[in-house]
């Protein structure tokens, strides 16, 4: 499970270089998203320099954190769908489809070597009941698990949406954690890195969005912002890097691309305790 508590492994160099260059070497990932699952390319992009100007406590080879389409001159091969419309891992409106999305790309023969599916939502969990997630997420993953054995699907919970520990949206979020952890299957927890900063302070029982605004004060408004807080009390360019983050702050696109590196070591076959 890629959640908060995984962020600082790549940040401190403990994942070896020999498991990212597995990742590199044998995954070929598919990830469709909208607007917020972009945090975790654009910080997957941002990292490069970063980590290129030697501020990853390890000496990785230049370039080796690079991904392109194809994985083109030794990069990861990561097919980004993005946005809404009729191309490859591309959603339609709202959430529908994208089961059929899949298996459209992973079908042609094109894409054949394909072996690691991912999809993030954008608000659909706000409002969905425990049913609509069954019926439009759960079981549609678990029947894709089913038709394509040889290709790994990492689940995705929903991005904060303000309503705290006892929202709907948070509801839904904790029974895809626990769905996940009863099947032994991969998740990418965009939730819960969200709802925690790089020091390990939580922020989802002080109403955090997804702009990484909270209530400090518990009187109902939230009056800060914990990501634009710390940004503004590190270095940026050696603690953490600008990049775009679609609907919030760079910090937060640092470290989903973090935690999305230290999943893709995983999934690949590394074990933390190798380290």
Known sequence: MADHSIVPVLKAG???ESAIQKAIDTLHIGYGHTSHGSQVTDGMAGLVVFANNGHLNNSYTTDLFVWNRGGAEGALDLYEGSGYSDGHLELDAG????DEKTRDFLDDPEYADYNTIIWSFCGQLSGWSSEELRDNYLDKMAQ???EYPEVTFVYMTGHLDGTGESGNLHLRNEEIREYCISNNTWLFDFADIESYDPDGISYLEKYADDGCNYDSDGDGSRDRNWAADWQNSH???VEWYSCDSAHSQALNANMKAYAA??????IAGWSDQDS
């Open 235 to 237: 270095i940026e360019g």
């Open 14 to 16: 403990q994942i070896p």
């Open 261 to 266: 590196w230290w999943l893709f070591a995983r």
């Open 95 to 98: 959430y529908s489809g994208w």
């Open 144 to 146: 894709l698990e089913i």
